[in-house]
């Protein structure tokens, strides 16, 4: 299976920070990589697939970018609403996997 | 509004098997593929496998050949996810999901989720 490592793993981060999250592939996975923004009792929200096209309705600040093994969510302006759990999956070779996580609290 | 309505907790004993129901409104259920994600409590997220609504194939994760089906029924627009042989391992919440970014087409980008089945597996 491949494998998904994002880091950091937790991040605390204040109001118009600039935040980059990375997630790293145990093999080239082209540019099959999505993102989602997770918060607790609730389902994984889609933000970002085929690594950087943004999902309708996603706010801009959020951007993905990437390919082969390394890809990077930056999101440029933090909002207060952006606090939550950020996952990295990857498409490329079924079993589909995902990353461990990275945690956004704000300081 | 789109959605994805899943069907209530439950509880199972070791060696039971569970089935969970998602049933999609308000969108042509035919035109995207249903996925399975599950999330043990306190961690990540699992992909568990996928049907095609149209011919109802599926694909699962290895992890679970043998005990999962995941199967539909298109006059109710349905979805159903079944997994035998349970242990504690397969306490999680289990989530429906539409891959919603193109028409009849497999892309992995899940935009509508249910809100989520729990099963708890205890004796």
């Known amino acids: 299976d491949i494998q998904l490592t994002q880091s950091p793993s937790s991040l605390s981060a204040s109001v118009g920070d600039r935040v980059t999250i990375t997630c790293q592939a145990s093999?080239?996975?082209?540019?099959?990589l999505i993102w989602y923004k997770q918060i607790p009792g609730k389902p994984p929200k889609l933000l970002i697939y085929?690594?950087?096209n943004l999902e309708v309705a996603v706010p801009s600040r959020f951007s993905g970018s990437g390919s082969g093994t390394h890809f990077t969510l930056t999101i440029n302006g933090l909002q207060p609403e952006d606090f939550g759990t950020y996952y990295c999956?990857?498409?490329?070779?079924?079993?589909?996997?995902f990353g461990q996580g990275t945690r956004l609290d704000f300081k | 509004q789109i959605r994805l309505l899943q069907s209530g907790a439950d509880i199972k004993n070791p060696g039971a098997s569970m089935k969970v129901s998602c049933k999609a409104s308000?969108?042509?259920?035919?035109?995207?593929?249903i996925h399975w994600v599950r999330q043990a409590p306190g961690q990540g997220l699992e992909w568990m496998g996928w049907?095609?609504?149209?011919?109802?194939?599926?694909e699962y994760s290895q992890k679970f050949q043998g005990r999962v089906t995941v199967t539909m029924d298109m006059s109710i627009t349905t979805v159903y996810l079944e997994l035998s042989r349970l242990t504690s391992d397969d306490t999680a919440i289990y989530y429906c999901?539409?891959?919603?970014?193109?028409?009849?087409?497999?892309?992995?980008?899940?935009?509508?989720w249910g809100r989520g089945t729990t099963v708890t597996v205890s004796s």
């Open positions: 999901a539409r891959d919603g970014v193109e028409w009849q087409r497999l892309r992995w980008a899940l935009d509508v």
């Open positions: 308000e969108y042509t259920f035919t035109g995207y593929y």
């Open positions: 049907i095609n609504p149209v011919s109802g194939d599926t």
């Open positions: 093999h080239d996975i082209n540019y099959s």
């Open positions: 085929d690594a950087s």
């Open positions: 999956q990857q498409y490329n070779t079924v079993p589909s996997t």
